[in-house]
């Protein structure tokens, strides 16, 4: 590839390769790629696009040749990831090293704040440098993720090498778990990195780690760890209904042409942030104590977040809860009614969608011209009525597409909700000693078990959860009772069995939300005297 100076020919090469690897059902290219080297001199070559893609991020960049021939080789070697072989070869190619030694990941340019909501933007010919940036570090997250989930045999190893691709730009990856802008783009970076992040800063990652590691190095190298896994956990408070999101989901319906798509595109990414976060939670508890009484406690128990925002003024702003402050239970029943209340939302669109879509040509020409103006910018009325139909079909096909992927990330929230929180309650309510209690029997009730919870706090430093239980008294733990009684009433039980019926009859999960609403209930059930 390096021989070749003609920028179409690099290009066209590439799409080849891309298409060979595709139809290439025995994988017979992709052993010969790897075998005779040509793999491994792609691969190679991103240290030559490094300084190459430094140079865009200027106010005034050259030519972008560059950063196309750069997203058609990335691409094509996550196009081979996606194979389990293409995973294992790639990793055996040092592909995500040579990603972690690319400095242009680290040049994350200033945000635009007049560029708040991702509707002020303006279309230009050569994107800015913040979005020149994210078509260079969001194909990087996506060949991390696929390989992270092809990678199934050698998922360890692949989990290590992003770790330490995720460490060597720890300052880019803090400042986007921060996420100081609202926009579709920002949404994405942030959708992509929380799903690397789930299956890669895991625990007991670092003992697993190719390389040697002195005490000083692991400490710092945990403390890292542990960053991202308190800002992901963090992001639950921004993501389940904050002030700003609240603002743009309020924005107007009838927004015109590309707003409509961005509009769409973000609220299927900050769906997507929430279930890649407790798909993180799930993973960090199961990790930690598979055993269902060495329950992990990512959440102290609090429902106080619930109750301040179901409260009578939910326009009032909830105070961020600092990263390193572990959030409360609340966080998690406010989002579990906030994903079944989407979810019914989402049900009807897609439901009268799928109706419109059947019947083009007996809708209205007003709603025909507004689904037209969701795809064309300018030019509605010159085309035929025909084309309109054609145009409008479209449109609804996307929007039923964005609808089903929404219902599927909300039922999965809401399956990983109620595990989430039958796992603490029944921790809380079962096992815990309150640090307050003189009942010498309820003290040694389970002197084993307690201290195996303790000593799981502390089997792995980068996990700082120990705050979570040091502090929980008698009262904490009936108060939990009975605001859990209160917030899981039946009005959300009878909700949350609906939409078992409604969406989860066809899928192999079907009664796991009706076994975790029966095991929760039960448990509000018990008391403790």
Excluded at 65 to 88: D, I, N, P, R
Excluded at 214 to 239: A, S, V
Aim: glycine share 4%; net charge positive.
């Amino acid at each position: 590839m390096n021989c070749i100076n003609c920028f179409p020919f690099q290009m066209l090469a590439l799409a080849l390769l891309d298409r060979i690897v595709s139809v290439d059902k025995q994988q017979q290219w992709l052993v010969y790629l790897s075998n005779s080297g040509y793999l491994k001199v792609l691969v190679d070559s991103l240290a030559d696009d490094d300084l190459k893609l430094q140079s865009l991020l200027t106010p005034q960049p050259p030519l972008l040749k560059a950063l196309y021939t750069y997203e058609s080789k990335m691409a094509f070697l996550t196009k081979v990831a996606k194979l389990q072989q293409g995973a294992l070869e790639l990793l055996r190619s040092g592909v995500i090293v040579r990603l972690a030694q690319c400095r242009v990941y680290d040049m994350r340019p200033e945000t635009d704040q007049q560029g708040l909501f991702g509707m002020r933007e303006s279309p230009v010919f050569i994107p800015a440098p913040v979005e020149r940036y994210r078509q260079i570090l969001l194909p990087a997250l996506q060949l991390c993720q696929v390989i992270l989930t092809s990678s199934m045999t050698q998922h360890v190893q692949a989990a290590g090498q992003v770790l330490q691709f995720l460490i060597s730009h720890s300052d880019t990856i803090q400042a986007i778990l921060r996420c100081q802008e609202v926009s579709a783009g920002s949404f994405q970076e942030l959708a992509l990195l929380t799903g690397v992040i789930s299956k890669a800063a895991l625990p007991g990652v670092l003992g697993d780690l190719d390389i040697d590691i002195n005490e000083g190095m692991q400490i710092e190298l945990q403390g890292h760890i542990g960053r991202f896994q308190r800002q992901c956990l963090g992001l639950l408070t921004r993501f389940s209904g904050s002030d700003r999101l609240r603002q743009f989901k309020l924005q107007d319906d009838h927004a015109e042409g590309d707003r409509v798509n961005k509009r769409d595109e973000m609220e299927l990414a900050m769906q997507q942030i929430c279930a890649n976060v407790m798909q993180y939670c799930l993973s960090l508890m199961v990790k930690n104590a598979p055993a269902f009484e060495h329950t992990i406690c990512l959440f102290t128990p609090s429902l106080s977040e619930s109750t301040n925002r179901d409260g009578p003024r939910q326009d009032t702003q909830t105070p961020a809860i600092q990263y390193w402050r572990l959030p409360g239970l609340g966080i998690i029943v406010y989002l579990l009614k906030q994903s079944a209340n989407d979810f019914f939302s989402y049900y009807d669109s897609h439901r009268q969608s799928v109706s419109k879509l059947q019947n083009v040509e007996q809708l209205p020409p007003d709603e025909i011209k507004e689904l037209c103006q969701s795809v064309l910018l300018a030019g509605v009325d010159k085309i035929s009525t025909a084309q309109k139909y054609i145009v409008a079909r479209r449109r609804l096909v996307k929007l039923i597409n964005n609808r089903a992927k929404l219902l599927s990330l909300c039922c999965y929230i809401i399956e990983m909700c109620l595990f989430i929180l039958w796992r603490h309650l029944e921790h809380y309510l079962l096992y815990c000693t309150p640090a307050d209690s003189q009942d010498s029997l309820l003290a040694s009730r389970l002197p084993l078990k307690s201290r195996k919870i303790q000593g799981s706090f502390s089997s792995d430093p980068n996990l700082d959860f120990r705050s979570g239980l040091s502090g929980v008294s008698q009262h904490d733990i009936d108060q939990l009772q009975i605001e859990a009684t209160n917030s899981f009433g039946e009005s959300l039980q009878k909700k949350l069995l609906d939409i078992e019926s409604l969406y989860s009859k066809v899928r192999s999960r079907y009664t796991f939300i009706q076994a975790l609403v029966r095991r929760i209930r039960g448990l509000l059930r018990i008391s403790r005297t």
